[in-house]
């Protein structure tokens, strides 16, 4: 990183809070990694630290929310925005997420990140209730599902007086996340790599089916990653309210005969099958064709009958180079089964997780899993689903090599 014309640029993006002098120690962190960090400010955040302040620390112009001069400004945001190898905001507050979020660009930052090729991270630094609010999470969920990266606040003393999540993340910490990202290598280029996600429905009457709490998260996030990370992603996706992944093929199914039909159309010409899919493991023997009535105060029996394992039959036609990997949710003995289940579905790897432990699971944004091969077990540490996918996706990598 010596070389002046090679260094890495980040674009720090800062908008107002309280939290902005913090930006300005950032600034300080990335330079001694190297960086070369130009600056763009809102104009609520000029209120908590002049431009000045940065642009001596940054050594280059700040770029602040003025159309003062229009001509310049055209210019300056897409250069801006082309220049930047990654573009982190920091603080972020709940105003520029739901404009990035919505696609609004009106002033100098939300039209240059919009711009910008760039990864994208966002530090957000708010009030409590704000962060907390059902409009800030959405737009973070929406975000997070278009590839956006999140240092999320911590929790601790805010300044407004109140206590709670919210606080601006520690800036070593968001030092540390944004050299991860931009050191990320392009390692699966060239790789085909298919990702099942979500839950099954299978129908008992036209209004009523059987269906399991998967919410697609996990999956999602590990199509998003391997997509990132260069490769051809296919991503076979139950019934969820998550927003398909940039750049990846989407394949949908509903049950779990319609999954086995896609994957097993979509197998052959992948190098690595990774199932986080919920499949529901049985289905109505008959489907009634009217809506089932009440039984007058009698209890009802549904006659069940067993779904196929799409992970077991898929495994019986893996290829040597291929490789293949499952999940495996469990509320008790979660290695033992997990161990069982990767001989029975001839699996490379599968991911073991306690859905019961709390941060693991369904509709979280986090997960703690286990990663367990024949030769070795690894657990990881409670983490974004975006980093547990990374590390997935960096064990099949070092699978794959020792192959
Ligand atoms: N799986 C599958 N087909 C099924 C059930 C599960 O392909 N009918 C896959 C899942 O996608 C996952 C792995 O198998 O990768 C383990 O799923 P899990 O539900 O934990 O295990 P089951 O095999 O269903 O076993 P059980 O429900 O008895 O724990």
Redesign the pocket.
């Known amino acids: 990183m010596s070389d002046q014309k090679k260094k890495p640029c980040v674009v720090l993006g800062v908008t107002g809070g309280i939290a902005v002098y913090k930006a300005c120690e950032l600034l300080r962190l990335l330079q001694k990694q190297g960086i070369d960090v130009y600056v763009v400010m809102t104009k609520h955040a000029c209120q908590f630290v002049a431009p000045l302040t940065f642009e001596t620390l940054s050594g280059h112009p700040v770029a602040v929310d003025t159309f003062d001069r229009p001509a310049t400004w055209e210019v300056e945001h897409i250069a801006l925005a082309k220049r930047a190898d990654l573009f982190l905001i920091a603080p972020a507050t709940a105003n520029i997420m739901g404009k990035m979020a919505c696609g609004i660009a009106d002033d100098m930052l939300s039209t240059t990140v919009m711009a910008t090729k760039a990864p994208v991270m966002l530090a957000p630094a708010m009030n409590t209730g704000m962060w907390e609010n059902p409009a800030t999470q959405q737009n973070v969920q929406t975000l997070m599902n278009r590839g956006v990266h999140f240092v999320m606040p911590a929790t601790g003393h805010l300044a407004c007086g109140d206590s709670g999540a919210g606080k601006l993340e520690d800036v070593a910490v968001i030092a540390e996340r944004a050299v991860e990202v931009l050191s990320r290598k392009r390692d699966m280029e060239g790789l085909r790599v298919m990702v099942?996600a979500g839950p099954t429905r299978e129908a008992l009457d036209p209004v009523r089916y059987i269906s399991n709490r998967s919410s697609g998260k996990m999956g999602y996030a590990i199509a998003r990653a391997a997509q990132l990370r260069g490769a051809q992603v296919t991503l076979l996706s139950g019934p969820v309210s998550l927003t398909a992944p940039q750049g990846v093929t989407m394949v949908p199914f509903a049950t779990?005969q319609d999954l086995l039909e896609r994957a097993t159309e979509h197998v052959d010409e992948q190098d690595i099958i990774i199932?986080?899919?919920?499949?529901a493991?049985y289905r109505a023997k008959e489907i009634a064709a009217q809506k089932i009535k009440k039984q007058n105060g009698e209890g009802m029996v549904i006659h069940l009958v067993e779904?196929?394992?799409?992970?077991?039959a898929l495994g019986r036609n893996k290829r040597p180079e291929q490789t293949f990997v499952?999940?495996?949710?469990?509320t008790n003995d979660v290695l033992e089964?997990a161990q069982v289940?990767l001989k029975k579905?001839n699996l490379d790897m599968i991911v073991a997780n306690d859905v019961t432990a709390p941060g693991a699971g369904f509709d979280v944004n986090t997960n703690i899993v286990t990663l367990i091969t024949e030769e070795k077990m690894m657990s990881l540490p409670l983490l974004l689903k975006d980093e547990v996918a990374d590390h997935i996706l960096s064990a099949i990598l070092e699978l794959r090599a020792q192959k």
Request: charged share 25%.
């Open positions: 099942t779990t199932q986080a899919a919920a499949p493991d779904n196929p394992d799409v992970a077991a499952g999940f495996a949710a469990e089964h289940k579905k």
